[in-house]
């Protein structure tokens, strides 16, 4: 129970640890900040899928078409280059990882890159399932492992956006473009938002549900030539599961890229995935979807600037992501708490800002460090960024008062 319960309408919230916070006179218009699965684009609407072909094949021509459209148009969106293949694939971005990995790691040394939790849990796949001998890069939430260190005669595997730290890799510089290793990269938060170098990538995987706000469940699988050349030429010494299965006879099997996906995909979310292509079209391509999320973060940024309370946890701008922006409360009091107190401090944030239906889901993930995390994608609008940030001052204070 509050100490003294926030009141709708009142003025201020007086007199609880000498701080007073005014009740925000405006309200996110979406209050979706969730970091997966992301707020739709502006606009969308059941409405805008009619044209999906319910109860038909994925096999017949109408669907196997609408496969197709949805990867002839992932092409010319991020402009990925002719020779590299797209596939849809199981089981989200993890399927599309895992397919890779099982795949392809075994022939060379393996640097694995990890700097929070998911690149962490791609480091635990390498050594204890497929049981490789890897050269583990790791850093501390926040900060970003030591890119000069990778060996080019080395298979890479690492996430361009870490999207439980807010950090993500400056650039491809760090990757050579002579190198003999394949280098497997999540992008699952950062294509669409951040400039991906396809010259310097071998694989790259996504989901549709991150920058674009589609649905869950549908990965995506980009091939460089090399990596097919892998494919083809390496066979892992280990059981594959038919949904992990990319060649045939040694041969890579062109249909999955071509939109004869290995199983049954949904086509609901195949028409959701096209809307948002269409949209991101729209609004002027890459660079609208990229300038978007930097004016979302901008906005943010101008907020934590003039916030006590709140610092990102990243702490070095050239590595901040301009999707999941994640942030730590630094006020003595709080901070000086244990972590489980910490933790249910935020919660607190959280259910008092999710009751006013004014930000859902902005709790920093699980593994991280006790803090927040505001996705700020394409698909959410600046405005609603705006509005955000005197509503997690309310919040705070409030919370703190009930301390
Ligand atoms: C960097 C990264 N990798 C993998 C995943 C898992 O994605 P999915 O649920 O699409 O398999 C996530 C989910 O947030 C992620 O952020």
């Known amino acids: 129970m509050w100490a003294t319960p926030p009141q709708r309408g009142a003025c201020h919230l007086e007199g609880w640890n000498n701080m007073i916070e005014t009740i925000p006179a405006t309200r996110p218009a979406r209050p979706y900040f969730s970091s997966g699965p992301c707020a739709k684009r502006p606009g969308w609407s059941p409405e805008n899928l009619t044209g999906a072909p319910l109860g038909r094949s994925h096999r017949s021509k109408i669907g196997k ?96 956006n870490g999207t439980t730290s807010g950090v993500r890799v400056p650039d491809a510089g760090w990757i050579s473009s002579d190198r003999e290793g394949l280098t497997i990269c999540d ?37 460089s030539p090399r990596a097919v050349e892998r494919l083809e030429s390496y066979t892992p010494p280990r059981p594959l599961p038919k949904i992990f299965r990319l060649t045939k006879g040694g041969k890579l099997i062109e249909g999955i890229f071509d939109g004869a996906t290995i199983n049954t995909p949904s086509m609901l ?35 934590v600037e003039q916030t006590r309370w709140v610092d990102f946890l990243c702490g070095d701008s050239a590595l901040r992501s301009n999707t999941s922006v994640c942030l730590k409360i630094t006020d003595r009091d709080i901070a000086a708490l244990d972590e489980t107190a910490q933790r249910a401090f935020v919660k607190k944030i959280e259910s008092l800002l999710e009751k006013e239906e004014v930000a859902f889901d902005i709790g920093g993930y699980r593994d991280a460090p006790p803090g927040l995390r505001i996705w700020c994608g394409a698909t959410v609008e600046r405005n609603d960024i705006e509005a955000l940030g005197p509503w997690l001052n309310w919040a705070f204070t409030a919370a703190k008062a009930d301390l």
């Not at 797209?86 to 895992?98: H, K, L, Q």
């Not at 694989?203 to 980009?222: D, N, P």
């Not at 391509?285 to 978007?292: E, F, I, P, S, T």
Request: charged letters at 20%; glycine letters at 8%; a negative charge.
């Open 269 to 303: 979310c195949v028409e959701d995935y096209i809307d948002a292509l269409k949209w991101a079209s729209s609004i002027g391509g890459l660079d609208a979807m990229h300038a978007r999320a930097d004016a979302n973060v901008a906005a943010l940024a101008e907020w």
């Open 65 to 160: 078409a609408r496969l197709k459209d949805a990867i002839d148009r992932t092409r010319a969106l991020l402009g990925i280059p002719d020779d590299f293949r797209i596939g849809i694939v199981p089981a989200s971005d993890t399927g599309a990882v895992e397919m890779a990995m099982w795949s392809m790691l075994g022939p060379r040394p393996v640097d694995m890159l990890a700097w929070e939790s998911f690149g962490a849990g791609w480091v635990s796949d390498a050594v204890k399932q497929l049981g490789l001998e890897v050269r583990v890069l790791d850093a501390p939430y926040g900060e970003i492992a030591d890119l000069a260190a990778v060996n080019p005669a080395h298979d890479v595997v690492f996430t361009w």
């Open 187 to 223: 992008a699952t938060s950062a294509i669409f938002a951040q400039a991906l170098d396809w010259a310097k990538l071998d694989v790259v995987t996504y989901s549709w549900q991150k920058v674009l706000g589609g649905e869950g469940a549908h990965g995506m699988l980009i091939l």
